[in-house]
């Protein structure tokens, strides 16, 4: 793999002060956000108003190498950013991480690229889907010939750039890879009807027969492959791993989410009461207060595990050793468990809230969808993460080479 020197090269993710400072700003833009959640989950699409807020504070440029003008951060950055995000609106705390993931996917290709992505200052939106190959890229005289659909591109409806993973044809050589394109060389199918986490608008890229060059295609292996991870010079933003990344911080909207969730239901235990019991308010009664303890422990649970799971990530993209692939697949296992304790937090919430979380107009009902959607993506839900820790523990072929 051939890699340009880097430039204003930054080895470490940002400090915790820096992260701090970011979050502060997503918390004072906190009632915009929470205003438009309503509207993104009606309209299938988070608000303009929230994506101008949220580019204003700098949470589109998470990702973007330093060199560039962006913060390069890391898992753990991007994970509380998104948490508290997630807190106001999930559906803008998933366009948030999906933007920047893509960014980090796009820090993987050349330089010569890059230059003409991030070529001025203004914050760029990306979409991504690289789950499964959905097109194919022909190699042709003067480049690659693309065609393909790809749903579930979560932000393509904010999107500049967008990424697909697909099969690649080479003078008969077959393989796997990933093209990126500009918003004018794909179209958009409204495909994204579902029943929570309907603000990320996540509707299907098309791309049919357009002509890229070269630099806008690399091989699989080398945007998921840790070529980038054993360089002990290489840029920070290049290095971090870019799977594990995605899954880890994916996952943090729903926690947010949940957090507010459980505050809403603490709330509301001061001025309602148990039906058909005497107790009022709720929290006068045991079961309700001991309900809400075990919810408040399984949303902490989750968070210490996808924070232990940030901070490995970011560890071990400041050195030169990738992280093992049973080290990996056990971090992957720790995020299946954070959705699904997530998502029982979330079901006894409303348990403990009564009927009236599902009413058509209740908040808690539309996080307990967001939530119980969220956490089924397929980078973090727990059959498949749980086996793939499990394979790691008896050291057998793992049943996904994506870690």
Partial sequence: MTIAPTTDKSSFAPSMDIVDAMVA??????????????????????????????????AFNISRLQRYG?????????????????????????????????????NRFDYELLDQVFADEQPVLMASMFSSPQGKATRVENGWRISGK?????????????????KTEDNGKEGIGFAILPRDQYTIEDTWFTIGMR?????????DDQLVPDLQV???ERMMGTGFESLSDETFGRKITPHLTM?????????????????????????????????????????????????????????????????????????????????????????????TVLAEA????????????????????RLWRDVNTGVRHASITAPLNYELHGDGLVGIEMISTKL
């Fill in 25 to 58: 700003r997503v918390h004072s833009i906190g009632d915009i956000l929470g205003r438009n959640a309503t509207i993104a989950d009606a309209n299938r699409l988070v608000p303009q108003e929230s994506v101008d807020a949220l580019t204003k504070i700098g």
């Fill in 70 to 106: 962006g913060y390069e951060g890391g898992a753990r950055m991007l994970m509380e950013v998104a948490r508290a995000i997630g807190y106001y609106c999930p559906a803008s705390a998933w366009i948030t991480v999906i933007s920047n993931g893509s960014v980090m996917l796009t």
């Fill in 150 to 166: 790809w749903p579930f591109s979560s932000n393509i409806m904010n999107s500049q750039w967008s990424i697909g993973i697909l």
């Fill in 199 to 207: 603000g990320t608008a996540s509707n299907t890229m098309v791309i």
């Fill in 218 to 220: 690399i091989p699989a």
């Fill in 247 to 339: 899954s880890t911080t994916i996952a943090t909207p729903a926690l947010g989410a949940s957090e507010r969730a459980l505050d809403f239901v603490v709330d509301m235990s001061h001025k309602r009461g148990v039906t058909n019991t005497s107790y009022f308010p709720q929290h006068s009664s045991g079961a309700f207060v001991s309900g809400l303890g075990k919810a408040s422990q399984q949303i902490e649970s989750s968070y210490l595990l996808l924070s232990k799971a940030a901070d490995a990530i970011d560890r071990c993209a400041e050195g030169s050793d990738p992280m093992p692939k049973p080290v990996r697949a056990r971090h992957r296992g720790s995020i299946g468990h954070s959705g």
């Fill in 346 to 365: 979330l079901n006894d919430l409303c348990w403990l809230h009564g009927t009236a979380a599902f009413s058509e107009t209740s908040m808690l009902g």
